[in-house]
């Protein structure tokens, strides 16, 4: 699957013996000290750790390794003949994508370096957020926990792409001038250019494998984005780590960081997790010190997508379905909220909205409604953004976990970086009883864990939103029977349409 660095034995002395389930040498060391040191503040967050974190274990192991000089850059015993390089301090470390805040804690425990944590969930930045205040409660003498920055956006206007946000935070830090506003804490980032003056590392970053090979693309973009600018520093200083399961790693990934630094390693695999060491930056085009911008989506026959948004730029079936019993069944929407005179105008919501595909058609179908869209993911709220505007449904300003939205001028539709699951309120216009009409395509799984409870809990959100007498259209895979869950909080439920994979139930709020 990977391409491995030449494997190389390890001195008698420091062999392990069988499998190993370690990357560090058995006996006591001084990184295995620094393991223990730090067990017992990260138990005060995960209480079973190590366990159930076998990738941020193996990323705590190799940064570990590397400042004890006990491990090389592929995080491997050194040879006997050379020592292994220190693990360097970086004027900030970008953390992307962290499920549950392991990945800073482990990084912040190691590194005194600004930390930025960006998640394109809405749901994981507020895990990572609760996680280091949980930390920093417990007394655990992190310094650079007060030092971390979790990005949950803040643009303004017509500042619609999803990372640009995250781009001024890190180089705010990275500038002579200090963060950026609303950035790091005083007291910590106005020490980030001495950082980079003392080590030349100017950013470490590490990234949580994605699903798509495309969104990977578009954190590259983003590393890009970052560098460009840096007048006299040399684009070499960059140091990348892939964090992953094995079996969501290819090959893919390999030639996609290969397209931008010079040298990529590959960890040896550690509890079925593997990282992947990119060195050696040379941009996009392989030529030191290009400067691409920020990532862009791709646009096809006018949907817009991000690497991230789930189903890229096509039309999902299950939606497609959705929209056709929607059609046919319009005469039966919520009663007494649609358009009549005297009435207000059909609010309608889209819960798990993706590329914006089928708000664009709700509006078509529903010209007078008030639209809005909700996604966990920014990259989808901003996808859906993109496909609307592409459309002619409104402008707005970028989307945001928490405070403000996609909102329109114009009264076109408003879209919202939001956890569907979450308590409401998601902030104005998005309160208990706001809907007549709530559409949901679920998703089955949640990264790449098959289960139906984010399904139930977006379900649930969607009774709380109706008014009583709303509607909620939904679109199941047959095979997963939400039947069930519906009619345990619903008056009444029925099927609106049927094929080979997929059924479309309405159920009215009483």
């Given at each position: 699957?990977?391409?491995?660095?030449?494997?190389?034995?390890?001195?008698?002395?420091?062999?392990?013996?069988?499998?190993?389930?370690?990357?560090?040498?058995?006996?006591?060391?001084?990184?295995?000290?620094?393991?223990?040191?730090?067990?017992?503040?990260?138990?005060?967050?995960?209480?079973?750790?190590?366990?159930?974190?076998?990738?941020?274990?193996?990323?705590?192991?190799?940064?570990?390794?590397?400042?004890?000089?006990?491990?090389?850059?592929?995080?491997?015993?050194?040879?006997?003949?050379?020592?292994?390089?220190?693990?360097?301090?970086?004027?900030?470390?970008?953390?992307?994508?962290?499920?549950?805040?392991?990945?800073?804690?482990?990084?912040?425990?190691?590194?005194?370096?600004?930390?930025?944590?960006?998640?394109?969930?809405?749901?994981?930045?507020?895990?990572?957020?609760?996680?280091?205040?949980?930390?920093?409660?417990?007394?655990?003498?992190?310094?650079?926990?007060?030092?971390?920055?979790?990005?949950?956006?803040?643009?303004?206007?017509?500042?619609?792409?999803?990372?640009?946000?995250?781009?001024?935070?890190?180089?705010?830090?990275?500038?002579?001038?200090?963060?950026?506003?609303?950035?790091?804490?005083?007291?910590?980032?106005?020490?980030?250019?001495?950082?980079?003056?003392?080590?030349?590392?100017?950013?470490?970053?590490?990234?949580?494998?994605?699903?798509?090979?495309?969104?990977?693309?578009?954190?590259?973009?983003?590393?890009?984005?970052?560098?460009?600018?840096?007048?006299?520093?040399?684009?070499?200083?960059?140091?990348?780590?892939?964090?992953?399961?094995?079996?969501?790693?290819?090959?893919?990934?390999n030639g996609e960081l290969e397209a931008w630094f010079s040298r990529v390693d590959v960890s040896p695999g550690l509890a079925k997790s593997r990282l992947l060491i990119a060195t050696g930056w040379r941009g996009a085009s392989g030529a030191v010190g290009s400067s691409p911008g920020l990532p862009t989506p791709v646009v096809r026959d006018g949907i817009s997508a991000f690497g991230a948004c789930y189903g890229g730029s096509r039309v999902d079936a299950g939606a497609r379905l959705l929209?056709?019993?929607?059609?046919?069944?319009?005469?039966?929407?919520?009663?007494?909220?649609?358009?009549?005179?005297?009435?207000?105008?059909?609010?309608?919501?889209?819960?798990?909205?993706?590329?914006?595909?089928?708000?664009?058609?709700?509006?078509?179908?529903?010209?007078?409604?008030?639209?809005?869209?909700?996604?966990?993911?920014?990259?989808?709220?901003?996808?859906?953004?993109?496909?609307?505007?592409?459309?002619?449904?409104?402008?707005?300003?970028?989307?945001?976990?928490?405070?403000?939205?996609?909102?329109?001028?114009?009264?076109?539709?408003?879209?919202?970086?939001?956890?569907?699951?979450?308590?409401?309120?998601?902030?104005?216009?998005?309160?208990?009883?706001?809907?007549?009409?709530?559409?949901?395509?679920?998703?089955?799984?949640?990264?790449?864990?098959?289960?139906?409870?984010?399904?139930?809990?977006?379900?649930?959100?969607?009774?709380?939103?109706?008014?009583?007498?709303?509607?909620?259209?939904?679109?199941?895979?047959?095979?997963?029977?939400?039947?069930?869950?519906?009619?345990?909080?619903?008056?009444?439920?029925?099927?609106?349409?049927?094929?080979?994979?997929?059924?479309?139930?309405?159920?009215?709020?009483?």
């Amino acid at each position: 699957m990977f391409r491995q660095c030449p494997l190389r034995e390890p001195p008698a002395d420091r062999r392990l013996v069988g499998m190993s389930a370690s990357l560090l040498p058995r006996d006591r060391t001084a990184a295995r000290e620094s393991l223990e040191r730090s067990a017992g503040r990260l138990r005060e967050v995960f209480p079973e750790w190590p366990a159930g974190h076998p990738t941020a274990r193996l990323l705590q192991e190799y940064l570990a390794g590397r400042a004890a000089g006990e491990l090389d850059l592929s995080g491997r015993f050194p040879q006997p003949e050379t020592a292994a390089p220190l693990l360097r301090e970086a004027a900030v470390t970008l953390v992307l994508d962290d499920s549950d805040g392991a990945l800073t804690l482990v990084s912040a425990g190691i590194s005194s370096s600004p930390h930025v944590v960006r998640c394109d969930s809405a749901a994981e930045a507020a895990a990572v957020a609760a996680a280091v205040a949980r930390c920093e409660g417990s007394g655990g003498s992190v310094a650079a926990l007060s030092a971390v920055e979790v990005v949950r956006g803040s643009g303004q206007g017509e500042d619609r792409n999803p990372f640009s946000e995250v781009c001024r935070c890190v180089r705010g830090v990275l500038s002579e001038e200090g963060p950026a506003a609303g950035g790091f804490r005083k007291g910590h980032a106005e020490d980030a250019p001495e950082f980079a003056a003392q080590s030349g590392l100017r950013l470490r970053v590490i990234v949580s494998a994605p699903k798509q090979v495309r969104a990977l693309g578009d954190l590259l973009h983003l590393v890009g984005a970052i560098m460009a600018g840096q007048e006299g520093r040399p684009h070499s200083d960059v140091e990348l780590v892939l964090a992953g399961r094995e079996k969501h790693m290819t090959k893919a990934f390999n030639g996609e960081l290969e397209a931008w630094f010079s040298r990529v390693d590959v960890s040896p695999g550690l509890a079925k997790s593997r990282l992947l060491i990119a060195t050696g930056w040379r941009g996009a085009s392989g030529a030191v010190g290009s400067s691409p911008g920020l990532p862009t989506p791709v646009v096809r026959d006018g949907i817009s997508a991000f690497g991230a948004c789930y189903g890229g730029s096509r039309v999902d079936a299950g939606a497609r379905l959705l929209l056709e019993a929607l059609r046919a069944h319009a005469a039966e929407g919520p009663a007494g909220s649609a358009d009549d005179a005297g009435g207000s105008p059909l609010r309608v919501l889209d819960l798990g909205c993706g590329n914006g595909w089928l708000l664009r058609e709700v509006r078509v179908l529903f010209p007078g409604a008030r639209l809005a869209g909700v996604d966990d993911s920014w990259a989808a709220a901003a996808s859906a953004r993109m496909t609307l505007d592409v459309n002619g449904s409104g402008r707005g300003g970028e989307g945001t976990h928490e405070g403000s939205a996609f909102a329109s001028g114009d009264g076109g539709p408003v879209l919202r970086h939001a956890d569907g699951t979450a308590a409401l309120p998601w902030g104005e216009g998005f309160e208990a009883g706001a809907f007549d009409l709530v559409t949901l395509n679920p998703p089955f799984h949640e990264g790449t864990t098959v289960t139906t409870d984010t399904a139930h809990a977006l379900i649930d959100s969607a009774h709380a939103l109706l008014r009583p007498g709303g509607l909620l259209v939904l679109v199941q895979n047959s095979h997963l029977r939400y039947r069930s869950h519906l009619a345990s909080s619903f008056a009444h439920v029925e099927q609106w349409a049927r094929d080979r994979r997929f059924t479309v139930l309405a159920a009215w709020k009483q």
